[in-house]
């Protein structure tokens, strides 16, 4: 009985809850700290380590998304944002893609502090468009990620090849989509 409440006690401390700011209310005019607990830091690491490669993990990734900002909407008013920004303008809540994109940057280097992401690291925002702009949070694909999988004989041959692939990045974006819905993922190109 002891060893086990030592082991619960263990793996809960692990993970002590931990605090982000929200930014909501266009171009981050508005920020709110949300907490999550230790228990639901657990919950979204043990569902990311699900992720048996890239895909698989953004998958998840954007399942997470979704989860982090529907328990940030429980503690802020984001709960009201809706997709894009004409379904919520005006309200006090509402989220641009400045706000997604600070906010889900923040969201995506806990999980990386976390240990959570396996084929993955976050870089920085990215900005598309001239006139209008629209900025999104986005991770890289690590380089070795690709391979996994592959043989014993190519992990013990180096590669020769002159020609380097870019690492593959992509957008995790929640701007699309209300309150708590999973983020879209969407592969950038250079």
């Not at 920004?85 to 509402?94: H, S, T």
């Not at 598309?128 to 070795?144: K, V, Y």
């Not at 929640?174 to 819905?181: F, I, K, L, M, T």
Request: glycine share 4%.
């Amino acid at each position: 009985m002891r060893l086990a409440l030592c082991f619960l006690t263990s793996t809960v401390s692990a993970y002590a809850g931990e605090s982000i700011n929200v930014c909501f209310n266009f171009a981050c005019n508005a920020q709110a700290p949300v907490t999550f607990s230790a228990v639901q830091l657990e919950n979204v690491v043990q569902y990311l380590a699900a992720a048996k490669n890239p895909v698989e993990e953004r998958e998840l990734l954007a399942q997470t998304i979704g989860k982090l900002y529907r328990w940030a909407g429980e503690q802020t008013p984001i709960h009201a944002d809706r997709a894009e920004n004409f379904a919520d303008a005006g309200i006090p809540g509402a989220m641009d893609c400045i706000d997604h994109a600070t906010t889900t940057t923040r969201f995506l280097h806990l999980l990386e502090k976390h240990h959570a992401l396996h084929f993955h690291h976050v870089v920085a925002i990215t900005r598309r468009g001239f006139i209008f702009q629209h900025f999104m949070a986005t991770i890289e694909e690590l380089p070795d990620s690709q391979n996994t999988g592959s043989s014993f004989k190519q992990k013990l041959l180096p590669d020769l090849s002159p020609q380097k692939t870019q690492p593959r990045r992509f957008a995790i974006d929640s701007w699309y989509v209300d309150n708590g819905q999973p983020a879209r993922v969407v592969p950038l190109t250079n």
